[in-house]
């Protein structure tokens, strides 16, 4: 039976650990970090992950750490390198920590008798792998690809919150090989530790690469588009983008997930992307205008509210943002559109507090210098004349009218994601916007008719 160890203990890279414990495998894991390997071996999650706790916890038999790359890989077949690939000023990916790490698996190959198979994991620009990361296994192993060791390079289709569930079940395995060796010990690996048998697509380094990029861009893509036919739908009479975008999700060659057009998209994966893509295409002498125009949309999103609420903010207006992670349920920060208002409500001069149930600690320090993290979601509201609803999270769909009524004054409620139309369309005292709905049925339809008058 395989052994496997995985180098790099975060968010992805621990929870594919116990996730492969979980199915019968013994793995070793290796991390710089003691914390998150003294974690592991106490049974404990090093990093927050649903399930991931429970699932080290059950597996703990099969499942230890270490900081010694050179113990890992003598101790294992088959290794996976999740760690950071931070994106630089130009928009691509750093292989300075793939690289060091490489250079510990290799002197760790020099050390080994029989085949070893290495896969990539992390996010990295075609060519990566074969001549950024390649040439540092084979120096300092003094051994050579396809005949003492393997090389893949394989990401994960994985989301915060369910990495779990996402890398057992995928929709399929993407599987990018130095030789045929390497690919069919992976292909064969990956079909014995996922339950469904998902299919594997097998191909050259170069191109695996570019398809992981490839999805995340084009999921961004989809989402940059729902968000411009909301934008539309505000100025066409009973405009809805629900309703266009649930007839466009019946089409089979669009499908209906990614449609919802609301605020854009946010975290450690997506926006850079489209960056890295931009960049790639630069390089080689063309040009990702989808890409980088996606990028540009999503990024202008924080702005647009800020417009459409221009005339509501005299200096000093209390708004309240609500959600502040880059979706429910999480607590990441990185690239969210809730962070990026706050910021830019602040800048234009409005007194902000904000919410959000589990990303408030991280966000106060992020915002220390625009506004005011409230654990009580009441606070947040009873200071507020005007609150924007940033992400889909059930805590804020839960609210009712009488959570927004105040005695005296109407409160304005942008609502992105469209959660309370059925509570507040309507109600007095609160002056309610959906995004992505018609926001003035008479004058869009005035404006239509003049489209049409000779
Ligand atoms: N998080 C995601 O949703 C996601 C999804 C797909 C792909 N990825 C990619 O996976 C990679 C890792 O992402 P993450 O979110 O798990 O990162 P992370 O920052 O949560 O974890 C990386 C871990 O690697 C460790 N590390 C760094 N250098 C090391 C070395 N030389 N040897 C051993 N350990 C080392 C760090 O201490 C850290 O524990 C990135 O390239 C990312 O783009 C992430």
Redesign the pocket.
């Known amino acids: 039976m395989m052994i496997y160890s995985i180098?790099?203990?975060?968010?992805?890279?621990?929870s594919m650990a116990a996730a492969i414990a979980s199915r019968g495998f013994n793995v070793i894991g290796?991390?710089?970090?003691a914390h998150?390997v003294d974690a592991v071996n106490a049974g404990r999650a090093?990093?927050q992950e649903t399930g991931l706790g429970d699932l080290i916890a059950a597996h703990r038999d099969r499942l230890r750490a270490t900081t010694s790359?050179r113990e890992a890989i003598l101790g294992s077949d088959v290794t996976f390198v999740?760690?950071?690939?931070p994106s630089d000023e130009s928009g691509r990916?750093s292989l300075q920590?793939?690289a060091?790490?490489f250079g510990?698996i290799g002197d760790a190959l020099a050390q080994k008798t029989g085949y070893h198979l290495v896969v990539l994991?992390?996010?990295?620009l075609p060519g990566s792998t074969r001549h950024g990361l390649l040439p540092v296994l084979e120096q300092r192993s003094g051994k050579k690809c396809g005949v003492d060791f393997g090389l893949c390079y394989s990401?994960?289709?994985?989301?915060?919150g369910s990495?779990i569930r996402d890398f057992l079940h995928p929709d399929f395995t993407l599987v990018g090989e130095f030789d045929d060796r390497s690919g069919r010990t992976l292909a064969e690996a990956y079909a014995a530790i996922m339950p469904k048998q998902p299919s594997c697509r097998r191909m050259s380094l170069e191109n695996a690469e570019l398809t992981k990029i490839a999805v995340n861009t084009f999921v961004t893509t989809k989402i940059a588009y729902a968000n411009m036919l909301a934008d539309l739908c505000e100025r066409i009479p009973g405009g809805d983008v629900d309703v266009v975008s649930d007839a466009l999700g019946f089409d089979a060659r669009i499908g209906r997930k990614y449609l919802t057009g609301a605020l854009g998209y946010g975290?450690?994966?997506f926006p850079r992307d489209n960056v890295a893509l931009g960049y790639l295409a630069r390089v080689l002498g063309t040009r990702a205008e989808l890409a980088e125009t996606t990028d540009r949309s999503n990024q202008a999103l924080a702005g647009t509210i800020l417009d459409r609420l221009h005339v509501s903010i005299a200096h000093g207006t209390t708004v309240a943002v609500l959600g502040l992670a880059y979706k429910p349920f999480s607590h990441v920060i990185e690239e969210s559109q809730g962070v990026a208002l706050v910021k830019a409500l602040s800048r234009h001069g409005a007194r902000v507090v904000a919410h959000d149930p589990l990303a408030a600690s991280l966000a106060s320090l992020e915002l220390k210098d625009h506004g005011l993290v409230l654990d009580s979601l009441a606070d947040c509201l009873r200071q507020a004349s005007v609150v924007v609803i940033t992400t889909p999270d059930p805590v804020y769909g839960a609210l009712e009218a009488n959570d927004f009524v105040q005695s005296g004054r109407t409160m304005t409620v942008v609502d992105c994601w469209r959660l309370l139309a059925s509570k507040l369309s309507g109600q007095p005292g609160v002056n309610y916007v959906a995004v992505g709905r018609s926001v003035d049925d008479t004058a869009n339809a005035a404006r239509l008719a003049a489209l049409w008058a000779s």
């Open positions: 180098v790099g203990l975060g968010k992805l890279g621990a290796v991390d710089v970090n998150a090093p990093v790359h999740i760690v950071p690939t990916f920590y793939a060091w790490a510990e994991t992390s996010t990295v990401p994960e289709f994985i989301a915060l990495v975290g450690p994966c």
